[in-house]
């Protein structure tokens, strides 16, 4: 009796934790998201009124961000979408650079969608799930 009582509690424990360290990645890559979401929104503002230095600013500041939340996103989630992103990166720099507008536009709008895209796919849902 005592040792199944243990072993329930157990199980238990695990569970919990495995939900708390769900709701803590999600929160997390959420976050920091939205957080560079923020950089892209500045970066579009500032390309559209022809501020290529202040996009490029932003850009780059933008960059050390990702730098820093790339490695943390590698544990948590796929590969692939990473390097998806820092090749996307790689291409805005390079159009801003370029002061091409109609690519950096786009090219941001695609960085937008990558990186809210990875914060909704390692959402617990069900679609997720199976």
């Given amino acids: 009796m005592k040792h199944s009582i243990m072993i329930i509690i157990y199980i238990i424990s695990l569970f919990a934790l495995i939900i708390i360290s769900g709701i803590i990645t999600s ?16 970066v579009e503002e500032y390309a559209n009124t022809n501020k ?22 590698a544990t ?3 590969h692939g979408e990473i390097d998806s992103i820092t090749i ?15 690519l950096a536009l786009a090219e941001i ?4 969608d990558l990186i809210t895209h990875v914060p909704d796919k390692e959402l617990p849902t069900l679609d997720n799930i199976f």
């Fill in 27 to 42: 929160l997390y890559l959420d976050r920091s998201a939205k957080e560079l979401y923020l950089y892209l929104e500045k």
């Fill in 52 to 73: 290529w230095e202040l996009a490029k600013e932003e850009l780059s500041v933008m960059e050390e961000k990702w730098n820093k939340v790339k490695k943390v996103w």
């Fill in 76 to 78: 948590l989630t796929d």
């Fill in 88 to 102: 996307s990166l790689a291409r805005a720099r390079i159009y801003i650079e370029e002061k091409d507008l109609p």
């Fill in 109 to 112: 709008s695609v960085l937008k």
